[in-house]
């Protein structure tokens, strides 16, 4: 599957951090990790430091899946509002999904931090913006809702919001928790991290084959070398669905662009994430180096020509879009690309055992915060690996 198209941003600027060779030879280990995105770096990581001896492999260059076109959002906000997830799946299980991804902020920030990984990461509020004034009674239940669960926000009427921005908009809710992250580098520095304590590291190394065996799995690789484990962890991302004949959730395309560094970014209050109510829904966010970022404008395919022949006129679009935010920011596009990227009906990222595969566990974090899934998605297969209970392993399960 072609994930990306030419230039994402984070692997052009970041280049080749690291060089891993690919696999020659046999190998057995507790956990062969599939993948090595944002998703499969945090597993690995975990479970090396949990002792677990532990070989991750990618087919490609590491990070430069669909984690080298990630916009890189942090936020506890899922694509679905929570109370329409409590309608989904109800409210204990919805407001703990809310709660797992606000702590996941958290444990990413300590997580760089332990590491010392320079990946840009940084603190940010996120501002959630409704288009028209129809939208405000749902808005009030919303902000009731996380309020009573605990989260800290505010509601802005449009008077608060003119104070603090040079736009005009019915309603938002302003939340205190949120983040970015440079994901090219998180993964890199997550790696070289786990190599240090042991993690076994290869790319260009595909997996052509997985077979469940007795006690684990047995996979060949495109070389034909063989890699027995305990338990494998399919970290592959959107390519997951060729081993489960068909994705679990809805893949589309996205579009993104990244701006050249802006000497000074005015009327943008706290530099906070901004995304909007639209469906595909618009979004932003700056940079540690006084970028912009700007990203949306969905469409339903994922046919990577037909996908990449629409860049000029999605770039247009979002730079349009952006100046009737920001009239007075001199925006210039420095990178844009497209990029794969996938949708639960709930929301909800997919972890755990498939019932096809009873020794590999599945880490998809499907959705427009797929970051935060991937740090939950670590640590419910490290537990489960060690045989701890995880009374949330239940929310993401398969067929759930
Ligand atoms: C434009 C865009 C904007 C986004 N914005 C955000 C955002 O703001 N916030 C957010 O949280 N998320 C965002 N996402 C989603 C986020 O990028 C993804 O959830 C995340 O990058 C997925 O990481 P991953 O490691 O699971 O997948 P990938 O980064 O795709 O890693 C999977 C790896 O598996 C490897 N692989 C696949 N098959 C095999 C095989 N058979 N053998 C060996 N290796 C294999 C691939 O080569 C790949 O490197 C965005 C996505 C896009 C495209």
């Not at 809310?98 to 501002?127: M, V």
């Not at 939208?135 to 505010?154: A, N």
């Not at 019932?355 to 915060?369: E, I």
Request: glycine share 8%; with cysteine; charged share 25%.
């Amino acid at each position: 599957m072609n994930l990306t198209s030419s230039h994402p941003f984070w692997s052009v600027n970041n280049g080749l951090p690291e060089n891993y060779p690919s696999l020659q030879r046999d190998v057995a280990c507790d956990a062969v990790v599939i993948g090595g995105g944002i998703t499969g770096a945090l597993v690995a990581v975990h479970l090396v430091e949990a002792e677990v001896k532990t070989l991750l492999i990618d087919k490609r260059d590491i990070g430069t899946g669909s984690t080298s076109a990630s916009t890189a959002l942090l936020q506890y906000e899922i694509d679905v509002p929570l109370r329409e997830l409590i309608q989904k799946v109800g409210l204990t299980a919805a407001t703990r999904s809310y709660q797992l991804c606000r702590e996941s902020i958290g444990k990413l920030e300590r997580l760089a931090t332990r590491l010392k990984i320079n990946c840009g990461f940084e603190r940010k509020p996120s501002l959630f913006l409704a288009r028209h004034k129809s939208e405000i009674p749902d808005l009030r239940e919303e902000f009731q809702l996380r309020q009573k669960m605990g989260i800290e926000l505010e509601f802005f009427d449009a008077p608060a919001i003119l104070k603090r921005f040079p736009f005009s908009r019915p309603a938002a809710l302003f939340s205190k928790d949120g983040g970015q992250v440079d994901p090219h580098r998180l993964t890199h520095g997550l790696l070289a991290a786990g190599q240090r304590a042991g993690l076994e590291v290869c790319d260009r190394t595909e997996m052509m084959r997985m077979e469940q065996t007795r006690r684990g799995v047995r996979i060949t690789t495109m070389h034909g070398f063989q890699i027995t484990a305990h338990r494998a962890v399919i970290a592959a991302g959107f390519e997951s669905k060729n081993l489960l004949r068909g994705a679990a959730g809805t893949l589309k395309s996205t579009y993104a662009l990244i701006s050249e560094p802006l000497p000074r970014i005015s009327g943008w209050h706290q530099r906070c994430l901004i995304w909007d109510s639209g469906s595909p829904y618009l979004y932003m966010r700056t940079t540690t180096e006084g970028r912009v970022i700007v990203g949306g404008e969905d469409v339903d395919f994922v046919n990577a020509k037909r996908r990449d022949a629409l860049m000029s006129q999605k770039t247009r679009t979002l730079v349009k879009k952006f100046g009737r935010l920001f009239p007075d920011v001199p925006l210039e596009v420095a990178y844009a690309w497209a990029g794969t990227f996938g949708e639960t009906k709930d929301g909800l990222a997919y972890i755990g055992v498939h019932p096809r595969f009873p020794h590999a566990y599945f880490a998809l974090g499907y959705g427009g915060n797929g970051i935060t899934f991937s740090l939950i998605a670590a640590e419910l297969i490290r537990d489960s690996l060690l045989g701890r209970t995880n009374r949330d392993a239940h929310l993401f399960r398969f067929n759930r």
